[in-house]
Nanobody, 114 residues
Framework: QVQLAESGGGLVQPGGSLRLACVYS??????IAWYRQAPEKQREFVAI???????NFAGFVEGRFAISRDHAKNTVYLQMNYLKPEDTAVYYC??????????WGQGTQVTVSS
């Protein structure tokens, strides 16, 4: 059974940091991406990493986030620094298999507020 499970969300003050984790099982995903969805907004792309550890980021990241992958632990991390209130959202990981099938995790809430 293919599963992705996010963790690491929470409440943080502006300027703070959080590290999200996406643990996956049931497949060796070609790519793992992070998306986010703020209230009353569409889900948007945040970052992606492939099996070769190639990465790409959305423009709004502006060098504040890093994505990494630990194949031994079947985990992808999203390190978020210098967080802003506008980063508040539910963060989801998305895995794409070699055959192009995509799977979503259940999401983890990130709230940036003083």
């Amino acid at each position: 059974q293919v599963q992705l499970a996010e963790s690491g969300g929470g409440l943080v003050q502006p300027g703070g940091s959080l590290r999200l984790a996406c643990v996956y099982s049931g497949s060796t995903f070609r790519t793992i991406a992070w998306y986010r969805q703020a209230p009353e907004k569409q889900r948007e792309f945040v970052a992606i990493i492939d099996t070769g550890r190639g990465t790409n980021f959305a423009g709004f990241v502006e060098g504040r986030f890093a994505i990494s992958r630990d194949h031994a632990k079947n985990t992808v991390y999203l390190q978020m620094n210098y967080l802003k209130p506008e980063d508040t959202a539910v963060y989801y990981c998305n895995g794409m298999t070699d055959l192009g099938y995509k799977y979503w995790g259940q999401g983890t809430q990130v709230t940036v507020s003083s």
